[in-house]
């Protein structure tokens, strides 16, 4: 049986090789260009290779002695959809799906008759725009007062028991245990006898960091009423995700007849498409902490010419190329990181500029935290094809003798984080951190009351970090195939499909001799 696996299926537009790197589709050609679809799913005929579960052959249209075209539109936002059961108000969802096509001879008024000289073309357009709500809820975010770093009014409730005496927390618990107290140590202060640190005045921080300053102007401020069963900040923040997609894409194929026995064709094909998405904040800021966007665009031609060698022979000539470029990167990537407060000697260290990835500052971020999760990871490939197949009827056979060669290209890369990342601890302040808590050594890992993970962020005082380099490569492998098949019509009940396929591929080489683990 087939792999399970994309690699068990090749796809094909107009006979020119149309999968990617990974083993899915490179292109997807919008659905009125296509004329006709086959799935070959066995490999009986010698002339299919290159794969163990399927081949899907799609066909473009072509144009014809008369103009014919086509519109279409298809729209769906919230003033025409039903509100979905529960929901107090309707989602803001937008999506458009448009496209046309039009085909014909090439005719250019008094200068150029495709219809005497047979040269007819056909042209497709597929777009969409999508603008749709996801992943709702809350996060948790620092409090307006937290900012300034003042902490009096700070409050959570861990086992039934509140700690801290302002922030209004409550508690279900009865009958309710004595409110604890609520500390914030300041860390560059301790008694060198007990261990212990000095607590700040009236819970309030002075010393802020200026990459503190600079990150929270970029967090939006609470816009809900917190869960104070929880802590003063829990659940204070809604999430404003809206996915932002938008396509297009075309075909167009010429198609000219020189004679009775030449016909070329070529067609270039083209698509691109865009997203933004993972964007809680709704806008704030331009997105700039905590979004994702990623982009794709495919590219194809194919050239072809087809020679009637006599009545019974066929000779058939392909090339094509195939690109398909991927990228993804958070908005923080190549952000002015000087503007953030960091030391020019912190920044000349970072593989790519932007904004360092954190975490502990806020509860229900996307994409692992704040700040530069995908610094720009990208991919390439590039295939380039050619085919050569002989048609050749004898009698009651229909013999085909044909040579492929197939050259795969690959380059890609990941810098991650490559502005860096930063752990804050965790993302509430339920937990004691070993920066802002009261003794480090005694009562920090399992203490209660003591210590904040937004305070020592405010301080500049992660407990880990790093910054990574991640390695690039430029991948290339070649194929070569040759088949002969014949199709024997025994009789009209029994037809033989006899062939023979040879294959061979070469390793997977490094441009510059790299490898990585």
Not at 41 to 47: G, H, I, K, P, W
Not at 215 to 236: K, Q, V
Not at 338 to 364: A, D, H, K, R, Y
Not at 484 to 492: A, K, L, P, T, Y
Request: with cysteine; charged share 15%; glycine share 10%.
């Amino acid at each position: 049986g087939a792999q399970n696996s994309n690699s068990a299926t090749q796809y094909r537009l107009d006979g020119a090789y149309d999968s990617s790197s990974g083993g899915t589709i490179g292109f997807i050609p919008p659905q009125d260009s296509i004329a006709e679809f086959r799935v070959t799913s066995n490999a009986y005929d010698a002339s299919i290779g290159r794969q163990s579960g399927a081949t899907i052959d799609m066909v473009s249209k072509t144009g014809t002695k008369d103009f014919h075209g086509s519109l279409y539109e298809y729209n769906q936002n919230n003033l025409l959809n039903a509100r979905v059961w529960g929901a107090a108000t309707l989602a803001p969802e937008h999506l458009n799906q448009y496209g046309g096509t039009i085909g014909g001879p090439v005719w250019i008024p008094h200068v150029y008759d495709g219809r005497k000289r047979k040269t007819f073309f056909f042209f497709s357009y597929a777009g969409i725009h999508l603008h749709a709500p996801v992943n709702t809820g809350f996060m948790t975010v620092p409090s307006l007062l937290e900012r300034q770093g003042d902490f009096s009014q700070t409050c959570f409730v861990t086992s039934g028991i509140i700690y801290g005496t302002g922030g209004g927390c409550t508690t279900t618990k009865s009958p309710a245990p004595a409110t604890q107290p609520f500390t914030v140590y300041d860390p560059s202060t301790i008694n060198t006898t007990t261990g212990n640190r000095t607590a700040f005045f009236q819970n309030k921080i002075t010393n802020i960091s200026p990459f503190a300053t600079a990150i929270m102007a970029l967090i939006p401020p609470p816009d809900r009423a917190p869960d104070l069963g929880t802590s003063s900040d829990a659940n204070n923040f809604v999430k404003k995700e809206v996915q932002r997609d938008l396509y297009g894409g075309y075909t167009i194929r010429l198609d000219q007849a020189w004679n009775n026995s030449n016909h070329s064709y070529a067609n270039i094909s083209r698509n691109n498409w865009t997203e933004a998405s993972f964007n809680p904040f709704g806008g704030f800021a331009n997105d700039v902490l905590n979004s994702f966007n990623q982009a794709r665009k495919q590219e194809i031609f194919t050239l072809d010419h087809n020679i009637v060698l006599n009545p019974r022979m066929v000779l058939d000539l392909r090339y094509s190329v195939l690109n398909a470029y991927g990228n993804a990167f958070s908005p923080s990537a190549h952000y002015d990181a000087s503007s953030l407060g960091l030391s020019s000697n912190f920044i000349s260290q970072m593989p790519e500029q932007g904004i360092p990835l954190f975490t502990g500052v806020v509860n229900g971020a996307e994409q692992g935290g704040l700040g530069t999760s995908n610094g720009g990871s990208y991919t390439i490939d590039t295939f380039q094809t050619i085919d050569v197949g002989l048609t050749h009827s004898y009698r009651n056979h229909t013999f085909k003798y044909g040579f492929e060669h197939l050259i795969q290209q690959n380059a890609g890369g990941n810098p991650a984080n490559s502005a860096g990342s930063f752990s804050f601890g965790s993302a509430t302040n339920t937990s004691a951190d070993s920066w802002t808590c009261q003794n480090p050594i005694k009562n920090c890992p399992a203490s209660q009351g003591n210590g904040s993970n937004v305070a020592q962020f405010l301080l500049g005082l992660p407990t880990s970090g790093s910054i990574p380099t991640n390695a690039t490569a430029f991948w290339s492998q070649h194929y070569t195939a040759a088949y002969f098949q014949d199709d024997w019509r025994v009789s009209s009940k029994l037809t033989l499909d006899l062939g023979l396929r040879w294959d061979y591929q070469t390793g997977v080489t490094e441009r510059f001799n790299r490898n990585y683990t």
